[in-house]
T-cell receptor, first 114, second 113 residues
Framework: GAGVSQTPSNKVTEKGKYVELRCDPI?????LYWYRQSLGQGPEFLIY????????DSGLPNDRFFAVRPEGSVSTLKIQRTERGDSAVYLC????????????FGQGTRLTVV | AQSVTQLGSHVSVSEGALVLLRCNYS??????LFWYVQYPNQGLQLLLK??????LVKGINGFEAEFKKSETSFHLTKPSAHMSDAAEYFC???????????FGQGTELSVKP
């Protein structure tokens, strides 16, 4: 596609529920990144993929968070047993490769846990 | 570990005035530095980047930034603010062990008529 696409744009869920957030990167981009942006803060790194494998998952806050990219294109961020503190905007970005300097961001998914 | 500090969470200028947004970084290796802009309810858009070469970098919408190694700074400037410049601005450094970006806390720019 023309840009990075994230769905849904907004998600409201109840505490304790499971959610999936989807990211469609720019076609041909091998590197894909997930960030979380809390209100009034800068984006914080969660995980990045080079191809199908997670090259760095050091930013995932705990084992409730998991991400996959099975075919090296679309990625899904999965959050189990959601907590109110998980409420944030989740941003996805992609670049031609990890070495390539420019990452393109999607518009984000705003997750609200009530 | 690399880090980014943006001085001033909120900056307000008059239309036509100089814009100066401050960014200092910490890095043990030559950094790759970026400025992104975020308009309300939108994703991040790259304004400009420094990788190697010329230390004065020009970006979109009339913005520029100067990499000063001695001061570990990468401040963003624009000679004359426009109302449409009102947004959140983020400075970032690229992690030297991978592709991730490390962001500052952001600076909200307001432009008064």
């Amino acid at each position: 596609g023309a840009g990075v696409s994230q769905t849904p744009s907004n998600k409201v869920t109840e505490k304790g529920k499971y959610v999936e957030l989807r990211c469609d990167p720019i076609s041909g981009h091998t590197a894909l990144y997930w960030y979380r942006q809390s209100l009034g803060q800068g984006p914080e790194f969660l995980i990045y993929f080079q191809g199908t494998g997670a090259a760095d998952d050091s930013g995932l806050p705990n084992d409730r968070f998991f991400a996959v990219r099975p075919e090296g294109s679309v990625s899904t961020l999965k959050i189990q047993r959601t907590e109110r503190g998980d409420s944030a905007v989740y941003l996805c970005a992609s670049s031609l490769s990890a070495a390539n300097t420019e990452a393109f961001f999607g518009q984000g998914t705003r997750l609200t846990v009530v | 570990a690399q880090s980014v500090t943006q001085l001033g969470s909120h900056v307000s200028v008059s239309e036509g005035a100089l814009v100066l947004l401050r960014c200092n970084y910490s890095s043990s290796v030559p950094p790759y530095l970026f400025w992104y802009v975020q308009y309300p309810n939108q994703g991040l858009q790259l304004l400009l980047k420094y990788t190697t070469g010329a230390t004065l970098v020009k970006g979109i919408n009339g913005f520029e930034a100067e990499f000063k190694k001695s001061e570990t700074s990468f401040h963003l400037t624009k000679p004359s603010a426009h109302m449409s410049d009102a947004a959140e601005y983020f400075c970032a450094v690229k992690d030297n062990q991978g592709g991730k970006l490390i962001f500052g806390q952001g600076t909200e720019l307001s432009v008064k008529p």
